[in-house]
């Protein structure tokens, strides 16, 4: 298991999963801008702990993504989204995980500009 947070802290979550190896860099115009390193896990793997009241949500594009902020920091520590399946999953910004070792990820390229 490892945990995040937003950086003021009122926003904290846990994800029962080993801490990834990988990352996901996307260009679109959110992440570009925002910087994300992202993982992927199903949503029965994560917990919100604290903060849900600190919450706020934007979506934009497709509507497909709510992307969860904090209302205090601005902090953007993880989105809730669907697998093409359907199944619930949670993007998790890995720059939110104090434990990982942010230069040691194998980024995978995603081309979100043109998707």
Sequence with gaps: MFEGSCHCGAVQFKVDAELPTKAISCNCSHCRRKGFLLAFF???????AQGEESLGSYMFNTHKIEHRFCRNCGTEPFAYGANPDGSAVRAVNLRCVPSIDLDALELQRYDGANA
């Design 42 to 48: 199903p949503a029965e793997q994560f917990t919100l």
